[in-house]
T-cell receptor, first 113, second 116 residues
Framework: AQKVTQAQTEISVVEKEDVTLDCVYE???????LFWYKQPPSGELVFLIR??????QNEISGRYSWNFQKSTSSFNFTITASQVVDSAVYFC??????????FGSGTRLLVRP | GAVVSQHPSWVICKSGTSVKIECRSL??????MFWYRQFPKQSLMLMAT?????????EQGVEKDKFLINHASLTLSTLTVTSAHPEDSSFYIC????????????FGPGTRLTVT
């Protein structure tokens, strides 16, 4: 069975602080994909990143960076110099051979001015 | 890029009535679409997989007769909530699988259903 765990329910930081959102996954598939989505109050999911199981390279996109470690089954997301606009719920998700997307429970991030 | 639309964006209906939600892939063909439900402050839960021209596959615990899914064309899937009750009030999100594979899943903006 596939499972995604986001242990942090809510995180509150002050603007300009760095923050890391944790994601741990379980799967028996050898080929799988991991995702991060942002869900602002409007509800629409915003795609942030996709990573396949064969690519463990870390990625940086502006203030966002992702650390994928197969050895610990983790795919963590770091926001550097957080901004108020980063306030949202962030979901980590996993898909494999079934094509079904399994979401974690989400982490609510509040960035205070 | 690939765009998925949902209609309506929000709907209020009375208990006992049925409501239909449409999910359309606007600029690509989607043989597979998914329907998710999200209760307030919770995660997205997959309800069913909708395949064009065949019956939908429902996840365990989802009532097939209550949530009717029809994927009649390569660009349209519909979810009908039959005999709606207040506990069916939720945010319903669809997604469409692109032709490139499981990593190309495009989400609609969601439909907020309130049953009074």
């Amino acid at each position: 069975a596939q499972k995604v765990t986001q242990a942090q329910t809510e995180i509150s930081v002050v603007e300009k602080e760095d923050v890391t959102l944790d994601c741990v996954y379980e799967t028996r598939d050898t080929t799988y994909y991991l995702f991060w989505y942002k869900q602002p109050p409007s509800g629409e999911l915003v795609f942030l990143i996709r990573r396949n199981s064969f690519d463990e390279q870390n990625e940086i996109s502006g203030r966002y960076s992702w650390n994928f470690q197969k050895s610990t089954s983790s795919f963590n997301f770091t926001i550097t110099a957080s901004q108020v606009v980063d306030s949202a719920v962030y979901f980590c998700a996993l898909t494999g051979s079934s094509y079904k997307l399994i979401f974690g429970s989400g982490t609510r991030l509040l960035v205070r001015p | 890029g690939a765009v998925v639309s949902q209609h309506p964006s929000w709907v209020i209906c009375k208990s006992g009535t049925s409501v239909k939600i449409e999910c359309r892939s606007l600029d690509f063909q989607a043989t597979t679409m998914f329907w998710y439900r999200q209760f307030p402050k919770q995660s997205l839960m997959l309800m069913a997989t909708s395949n064009e021209g065949s019956k939908a596959t429902y996840e365990q615990g989802v009532e097939k007769d209550k949530f009717l899914i029809n994927h009649a064309s390569l660009t349209l899937s519909t979810l009908t909530v039959t005999s709606a009750h207040p506990e069916d009030s939720s945010f319903y999100i669809c997604s469409a699988l692109g032709l490139e594979g499981p990593y190309e899943q495009y989400f609609g903006p969601g439909t907020r259903l309130t049953v009074t």
